[in-house]
């Protein structure tokens, strides 16, 4: 029979202390490095677990399960394997009684939150145990001392990132880039200093500037960048629009609102920047909207005073006009005295379509001889290149043995990277790629055949387009003599003019040995003269043919 005690133990509040079973203990292992080079190289990662596992069997633990075993930030508790732990432990049907882990700021260096996950934790049962910091968190003094743990982990990696942080502003200070290069830029691998180089993009780029800062709009932009094989979703254009690293400057948030001179090289001037993000009227005028009627405004300007033409319409008489709009400067043209004189020109470039045939004979001739002048370079760059780095292994084993002293090798070795890095850059020049040149030379010869007529056809951005590519530097136009005048002419076109007005004059041409005696192809003995004239020829034929009717 029950005492009175026993019986009145029955109305007792609180939770009396539940007999604990030390022989039916689990646990589960949570180990992580803390960077992708320690994950991938497997540094820690084995010698974690093994500590704790080491551990578990000392103090009679039964594993329940691994987790982590990757590369994981501490610095955020959203972490795919550490939340697929705490899942499990909370989850499992058998009771989990710690978390192993072979240091405290291996599970956590948050700080509060750690602090705020292990007492959740607590709650259900689970501890976790550092292997390596052993502390009895069932005491008031030990959870003390976890917690305090904890937040040194959170300090420790607020100085860290603090120090990186402060590097990074510095290096952007420097004028030096952080992060992937943007669109159209590429990082020169390899460089002893960060060089910035243009990338293949970097033209379209260019060119979806001008655009912008002529009126197109977004969506007629990306069509158009489609057409040059690139696709790119209409916020990634707005990004590059609004970045000033295209026009020599840098934007960072660790800059404090300050915009930097970078040490790349621009790809576009500042005006033209401003112009496309609508922040600047050029040289005083208004940029219109783009017209179909007036293709030549702000590509044409004055020859006595440098200011752009603009456009507007009488409207009474509906008929449109160019100007230049600055105060004390009256000049003024019809649409059909400046279209007229813009087709006049164009005609001295025009190929006569009788020789069109022999002159795309030529064209292919000459990238043939161009390509295998550049092949030989370029198997000899190789070779050099093969030389160098077998000297330079060669030097590394003989200094890793002892048999070149350290200042030696330092001498030798920066002496032989420069010597690699000005081949790979001499490389570099040479490659120089064009995808179905057959087809591109038939229609740069079609082109040219059809100059005028092609320009009249396009809508407004084809003949912007059109005017860039055959007068890469714009016009200016005479009043003095009513005529334009050329600064600079797309080699290719200016070349193949020059040609067809030869053989023109000649009464019985004959084409049987024109290649040898064409001026399009480089003498013997001589260095490829490729680089600016395969660039002009590039432009000329880089618009898809769809683009105009020929």
């Given at each position: 029979?029950?005492?009175?005690?026993?019986?009145?133990?029955?109305?007792?509040?609180?939770?009396?202390?539940?007999?604990?079973?030390?022989?039916?203990?689990?646990?589960?292992?949570?180990?992580r490095?803390?960077?992708?080079?320690?994950?991938?190289?497997?540094?820690?990662?084995?010698?974690?677990?093994?500590?704790?596992?080491?551990?578990?069997?000392?103090?009679?633990?039964?594993?329940?399960?691994?987790?982590?075993?990757?590369?994981?930030?501490?610095?955020?508790?959203?972490?795919?394997?550490?939340?697929?732990?705490?899942?499990?432990?909370?989850?499992?049907?058998?009771?989990?009684?710690?978390?192993?882990v072979?240091?405290?700021?291996?599970?956590?260096?948050?700080?509060?939150?750690?602090?705020?996950?292990?007492?959740?934790?607590?709650?259900?049962?689970?501890?976790?145990?550092?292997?390596?910091?052993?502390?009895?968190?069932?005491?008031h003094?030990?959870?003390?001392?976890?917690?305090?743990?904890?937040?040194?982990?959170?300090?420790?990696?607020?100085?860290?990132?603090?120090?990186?942080?402060?590097?990074?502003?510095?290096?952007?200070?420097?004028?030096?880039?952080?992060?992937?290069a943007?669109?159209?830029?590429?990082?020169?691998?390899?460089?002893?200093?960060?060089?910035?180089?243009?990338?293949?993009k970097?033209?379209?780029?260019?060119?979806?500037?001008?655009?912008?800062?002529?009126?197109?709009?977004?969506?007629?932009?990306?069509?158009?960048?489609?057409?040059?094989?690139?696709?790119?979703?209409?916020?990634?254009?707005?990004?590059?629009?609004?970045?000033?690293?295209?026009?020599?400057?840098?934007?960072?948030?660790?800059?404090?609102?300050?915009?930097?001179?970078?040490?790349?090289?621009p790809?576009?001037?500042?005006?033209?920047?401003?112009?496309?993000?609508?922040?600047?009227?050029?040289?005083?005028?208004?940029?219109?909207k783009?017209?179909?009627?007036?293709p030549?405004?702000?590509?044409?300007?004055?020859?006595?005073?440098?200011?752009?033409?603009?456009?507007?319409?009488?409207?009474?008489?509906?008929?449109?006009?160019?100007k230049?709009?600055r105060?004390?400067?009256?000049?003024?043209?019809?649409?059909?005295?400046?279209?007229?004189k813009?087709?006049?020109?164009?005609?001295?470039?025009?190929?006569?379509?009788?020789?069109?045939?022999?002159?795309?004979?030529?064209?292919?001739?000459?990238?043939?001889?161009?390509?295998?002048?550049?092949t030989?370079?370029?198997?000899?760059?190789?070779l050099?290149?093969?030389?160098?780095?077998?000297?330079f292994y060669?030097?590394?084993?003989?200094?890793?043995?002892?048999?070149?002293?350290?200042?030696?090798?330092?001498e030798?070795?920066?002496?032989?990277?420069?010597?690699?890095?000005g081949?790979?850059?001499?490389l570099?020049?040479?490659?120089?790629?064009?995808?179905?040149?057959?087809?591109?030379?038939?229609?740069?010869?079609?082109?040219?055949?059809?100059?005028?007529?092609?320009?009249?056809?396009?809508?407004?951005?084809?003949?912007?387009?059109?005017?860039?590519?055959v007068?890469?530097?714009?016009?200016?136009?005479?009043?003095?003599?009513?005529?334009?005048?050329?600064?600079?002419?797309?080699?290719?076109?200016?070349?193949?003019?020059?040609?067809?007005?030869?053989?023109g004059?000649?009464?019985?041409?004959?084409?049987?040995?024109?290649?040898?005696?064409?001026?399009?192809?480089?003498?013997a003995?001589?260095?490829?003269?490729?680089?600016?004239?395969?660039?002009?020829?590039?432009?000329?034929?880089?618009?898809?043919?769809?683009?105009?009717?020929?």
């Amino acid at each position: 029979m029950e005492n009175n005690e026993t019986l009145l133990k029955k109305f007792a509040k609180g939770k009396g202390a539940a007999l604990k079973d030390e022989s039916i203990q689990n646990c589960v292992i949570y180990t992580r490095v803390s960077s992708k080079e320690q994950m991938d190289t497997n540094q820690s990662l084995e010698w974690q677990k093994k500590y704790c596992i080491d551990y578990a069997i000392k103090n009679k633990l039964d594993i329940k399960g691994y987790f982590g075993g990757t590369y994981e930030s501490a610095k955020s508790d959203e972490r795919k394997e550490f939340t697929r732990m705490l899942k499990f432990v909370k989850a499992s049907k058998e009771k989990i009684s710690f978390i192993l882990v072979y240091s405290l700021d291996r599970f956590s260096r948050t700080g509060d939150s750690a602090i705020f996950i292990a007492s959740e934790l607590k709650k259900t049962g689970v501890s976790i145990m550092a292997v390596t910091q052993p502390i009895d968190t069932n005491s008031h003094a030990g959870a003390l001392q976890q917690n305090i743990q904890f937040i040194f982990g959170k300090y420790d990696n607020d100085l860290r990132r603090q120090k990186t942080i402060d590097g990074m502003r510095e290096k952007l200070l420097r004028g030096e880039w952080i992060g992937n290069a943007p669109t159209g830029y590429a990082f020169v691998k390899g460089a002893p200093t960060q060089t910035i180089i243009f990338s293949d993009k970097g033209e379209a780029i260019k060119q979806a500037f001008i655009w912008r800062a002529n009126g197109m709009t977004y969506d007629q932009i990306i069509e158009k960048l489609k057409c040059l094989g690139i696709n790119m979703p209409k916020q990634t254009l707005g990004g590059i629009f609004s970045n000033p690293f295209y026009c020599g400057f840098m934007s960072h948030n660790l800059l404090n609102g300050e915009v930097i001179k970078g040490k790349h090289p621009p790809l576009i001037d500042e005006d033209l920047f401003l112009r496309a993000n609508e922040l600047k009227k050029t040289d005083g005028f208004k940029v219109n909207k783009a017209n179909d009627n007036l293709p030549l405004k702000v590509f044409v300007k004055d020859a006595e005073t440098g200011a752009p033409f603009t456009g507007y319409i009488v409207k009474k008489k509906g008929l449109y006009y160019y100007k230049v709009n600055r105060i004390g400067i009256k000049v003024n043209r019809s649409i059909k005295i400046m279209h007229g004189k813009f087709e006049e020109l164009l005609s001295n470039y025009t190929v006569n379509p009788a020789l069109v045939e022999p002159l795309e004979k030529q064209l292919r001739y000459t990238w043939e001889n161009l390509t295998e002048t550049s092949t030989s370079e370029k198997k000899a760059l190789s070779l050099k290149l093969n030389e160098v780095e077998e000297e330079f292994y060669n030097l590394r084993k003989r200094h890793a043995i002892g048999a070149v002293s350290l200042d030696i090798y330092e001498e030798f070795s920066t002496e032989m990277k420069k010597r690699k890095e000005g081949i790979m850059e001499s490389l570099e020049k040479l490659e120089q790629k064009l995808s179905n040149p057959k087809e591109l030379i038939n229609f740069s010869c079609r082109l040219s055949a059809n100059l005028a007529p092609v320009w009249a056809s396009g809508d407004y951005y084809q003949k912007q387009t059109f005017q860039n590519v055959v007068f890469p530097s714009g016009l200016v136009y005479d009043t003095k003599i009513e005529h334009y005048r050329t600064p600079e002419v797309n080699r290719v076109i200016a070349q193949i003019a020059q040609l067809s007005k030869g053989l023109g004059e000649i009464k019985k041409p004959d084409f049987s040995n024109f290649e040898e005696k064409s001026g399009l192809v480089p003498g013997a003995g001589l260095e490829p003269a490729q680089p600016q004239w395969l660039q002009d020829f590039k432009s000329c034929v880089s618009t898809n043919s769809t683009t105009w009717a020929l």
